[in-house]
């Protein structure tokens, strides 16, 4: 790639993830040449997004429609502002992102990526159930679609995209180069400088080496940053927990490789950006210990349908709405009100065939493999194998034929033995009387019907109401919950253009953001809580806008 007016490129794109990828691909479309420094060796290139189940959250698509699911622009937009909760001033540009961001998702955004040659599974499922009012947090319907080929297969356009580039001569890709400083002249942002890391074989995922071999500097007329969040910066998740989650879990597993750690945030402040809702995140309480890891704490999502019990840590059943799938930061806050960082899962085998599924593109190789045979055993056979295996490997995992088995298990895996047989075989023993009809008082068990009622539940999510203590249904399982971290839902300020915002509110020339570094747009699209879908799906329309934006701008 040659310069010209003393600059390396036209842009400089900081972090080679699915956002950084996306806005690198609109640049080279649009004629320009940018140069992606990336601080992890080439085997991690995609970052975050190549784990990823690959859920997208998509409105009135033809999938649901299908599903006979009535969805629209205007639905989804009560369900987004009702979720969100938007409440502060600095909300004002989060606020239109979201707007923007719903239009898109009701728009172009499937006719856009199935272009660029991306499917989806033909099953939408229903994250985030809410179950409180109409205008409060959750999903009014299923809108949560996996596409084919998981987080890899969303990747796979744009990395191929990005290696056209480079044959072409108008993208390079500068792995094991990490970003120390952003450089200005006149107040603009014009370069990047670093360290340059020793080569590494670390494999993708895993922890590289971080020994410094050299320096470098970049010139370009405009830089994007697309770092990401701070998931895997355990300490920097307890400096910035809210208060309103109660006291930070002791204990957490990680959700996300080593290297997201947030480290870009502090610099890209340094240089004059302002960062907002540094306290809103998204963490998950569905976490279980990975008995085959890959990262250091590496913890794997059950995404559960929604029939299992859930305790808390003496046993004590959740209050309604608080069902798994229903309000993820709800649960965590109640969690974190015990005094406690754990809590419970009871089922029935029939219930893990049925309802459980594991969140990364590891854990599903029928979808990632893209395998329709494979994949129909999700409605005809067992468990999928990968749960199975945890069933059996994990550490998290009790399976025993009575009750009284099975709470001697639980209790041997936690410092106090806190779970009463007696307080717990009466809580099961009333749940599984409501079961006699085809109505009842208990909300819980009245939301599994409700679930059954749409086809995608009744085919692969949602098993068949029946007793938990029913031999024929057994072995009884529990499984023990840890909080999993994931998502940052704040980070850098940015306009409708991808654009970083200073503290006075006016862009910081010739720099913007994507991604998770900019609460996947504005600094904090999702506002409080999130919809689901909504991770990859912000790195993709931020990605997008950014790289449009700064072609137009550096032209």
């Known amino acids: 790639m040659s310069s010209s007016g003393g600059y390396d ?3 400089i794109v900081v972090g080679a993830g699915l956002a950084g990828l996306v806005a690198a691909t609109e640049l080279a479309d649009a004629g320009r040449r940018v140069i992606i420094v990336e601080q992890e060796p ?12 690959g859920g997208l959250f998509l409105v009135d698509s033809p999938e649901q429609r299908r599903l006979g699911v009535r969805d629209s622009y205007d639905l989804a937009l009560d369900d987004w502002m009702g979720t969100a909760g938007f409440d502060r001033e600095e909300d004002a540009w989060p606020r239109r992102w979201a707007e923007a961001y719903v239009a898109f998702a009701a728009g172009e955004k499937r006719s856009w990526l199935r272009q660029l040659g991306v499917r989806i599974v033909p099953i939408v499922g229903w994250a985030e159930r809410g179950g409180y009012g109409a205008i409060g947090h959750g999903n009014s319907v299923p809108r949560f679609h996996i596409m084919w080929g998981t987080g890899p297969g969303v990747l796979e356009p744009f990395v ?30 014009d370069g990047v400088q670093g360290d340059v890391l020793e080569p590494s074989t670390a494999a993708r995922g895993t922890a590289s080496s971080r020994v410094v071999v050299g320096e470098f500097a970049l010139k370009a007329q405009a830089v994007i940053v697309t770092s990401g969040g701070i998931g895997a910066n355990h300490d920097l998740v307890r400096q910035y927990w809210p208060r309103r989650l109660g006291v930070p879990p002791q204990q957490m597993l990680s959700g996300v490789p080593e290297h997201v750690d947030g480290r870009m945030l502090g610099i890209v402040e340094i240089a004059g950006a302002n960062i907002i809702n540094r306290d809103r995140m998204w963490h998950y309480v569905e976490g279980i210990q990975n008995w085959n890891p890959i990262w250091s704490q590496h913890g794997i999502r059950i995404l559960p349908g929604p029939s299992s019990l859930w305790l808390d840590a003496h046993g004590r059943r959740l209050p309604v709405p608080l069902f798994p799938g229903f309000d993820t930061l709800g649960t965590l806050q109640h969690i974190m009100e015990t005094g406690y960082d754990y809590s419970w899962f009871v089922l029935t085998q029939k219930i893990i065939e049925r309802e459980f599924a594991l969140s990364g593109s590891e854990q599903n190789p029928d979808i990632t493999g893209k395998s329709w045979r494979m994949m129909l055993g999700r409605a005809f056979g067992g468990a999928p194998a990968p749960v199975e295996a945890f069933k059996t490997h994990g550490a998290d995992f009790v399976v025993e034929r009575t009750l009284a088995d099975l709470v001697r298990g639980m209790n041997a895996l936690t410092d106090e033995p806190l779970i009463d047989h007696t307080a717990l075989e009466r809580e099961i023993v009333a749940r599984d009387r409501q079961t006699d009809n085809a109505f009842c008082k208990d909300m819980q068990i009245n939301a599994i019907h409700d679930a059954r009622r749409y086809l995608g539940d009744r085919l692969i999510r949602t098993a068949k109401v029946h ?23 704040g980070g850098l300020q940015t306009d409708l253009s991808g654009r970083v915002l200073r503290r006075d509110g006016q862009p910081l020339p010739g720099l913007y953001a994507a991604g998770e570094v900019a609460g996947f747009g504005g600094g904090g699209m999702h506002g409080y809580r999130a919809l689901e879908g909504t991770f990859l799906g912000g790195c993709l329309f931020s990605g997008r806008v950014a790289g449009r934006a700064a072609a137009a701008a550096v032209a």
């Open 467 to 489: 007793k938990l203590l029913d031999p024929a249904a057994g072995p009884l399982i529990a499984v023990r919950l840890h909080v999993l971290t994931r998502k940052t839902l």
């Open 160 to 189: 191929r995209r990005v290696r056209e580039g480079e044959a072409q001569g108008k993208i390079v890709v500068k792995f094991r180069h990490r970003v120390n400083h952003l450089s200005t002249s006149g107040g603009t942002v």
């Open 9 to 11: 490129a036209d842009v």
């Open 42 to 53: 080439a085997a991690s290139f995609g970052g975050q997004a190549f784990w990823s189940l």
